[in-house]
T-cell receptor, first 116, second 113 residues
Framework: DVKVTQSSRYLVKRTGEKVFLECVQDMDHENMFWYRQDPGLGLRLIYFSYDVKMKEKGDIPEGYSVSREKKERFSLILESASTNQTSMYLC???????????????FGPGTRLTVL | GQNIDQPTEMTATEGAIVQINCTYQTSGFNGLFWYQQHAGEAPTFLSYNVLDGLEEKGRFSSFLSRSKGYSYLLLKELQMKDSASYLCAVRDILPGGSYIPTFGRGTSLIVHP
């Protein structure tokens, strides 16, 4: 059974703290993604990675950075957390476009981050 | 970039049929996905269309018209457990050349007895 796991389901941090959100997938997928999901705004792409040590900005990268040192792990970093980064964070993985499959995304359970 | 539009909320009766529409504008269309998301859970894949026409999978079907920039998800014989948010996602080409899905805001479906 395919699996994407995230390090925490719930996290509470203070303004200015450095925050690490970890995501691990066991499907040997090349592509990995970080989204945030807010009521009325849907899923918005923060960053994605199509290979180890490769990353590309999504629609809303400001205030975030990412790290992909190993194929199975993709980390989202909030360098200095702010209250407007309170959100549900979802990680996903997929095979790359053109690999012959549908390339659907498999999502982790999400991390609900509250920044006080 | 793209603009993806779907209704915010729909209600339907158990046992009925409901159609959830999605319209989009893209610069380099490369497939459309539908996902289901129950409250407090992760989205899960329902269907994928890349060519025009209807894809059927049990009680769920998805239709695509590329020339009209239009898709719909059809749910038959509705059950209470179908109450969820349904997300339309279009795979489009980004300025950097990658094909990445972008999501609409989702349609919250409420099924009542």
């Amino acid at each position: 059974d395919v699996k994407v796991t995230q390090s925490s389901r719930y996290l509470v941090k203070r303004t200015g703290e450095k925050v690490f959100l970890e995501c691990v997938q066991d499907m040997d997928h090349e592509n990995m993604f970080w989204y945030r999901q807010d009521p009325g705004l849907g899923l918005r792409l923060i960053y994605f990675s199509y290979d180890v040590k490769m990353k590309e900005k999504g629609d809303i990268p400001e205030g975030y950075s990412v790290s992909r040192e190993k194929k199975e792990r993709f980390s989202l970093i909030l360098e200095s957390a702010s209250t407007n980064q309170t959100s549900m964070y979802l990680c996903a993985s997929s095979t790359p476009e053109g690999s012959g499959s549908k390339n659907e995304q498999f999502f982790g359970p999400g991390t609900r981050l509250t920044v006080l | 970039g793209q603009n993806i539009d779907q209704p915010t909320e729909m209600t339907a009766t158990e046992g009925a049929i409901v159609q959830i529409n999605c319209t989009y504008q893209t610069s380099g269309f490369n497939g459309l996905f539908w996902y289901q998301q129950h409250a407090g859970e992760a989205p899960t894949f329902l269907s994928y269309n890349v060519l025009d026409g209807l894809e059927e999978k049990g009680r769920f079907s998805s239709f695509l018209s590329r020339s009209k920039g239009y898709s719909y998800l059809l749910l038959k014989e509705l059950q209470m457990k179908d109450s969820a948010s349904y997300l339309c996602a279009v795979r489009d080409i980004l300025p950097g050349g990658s094909y990445i899905p972008t999501f609409g805001r989702g349609t919250s479906l409420i099924v009542h007895p």
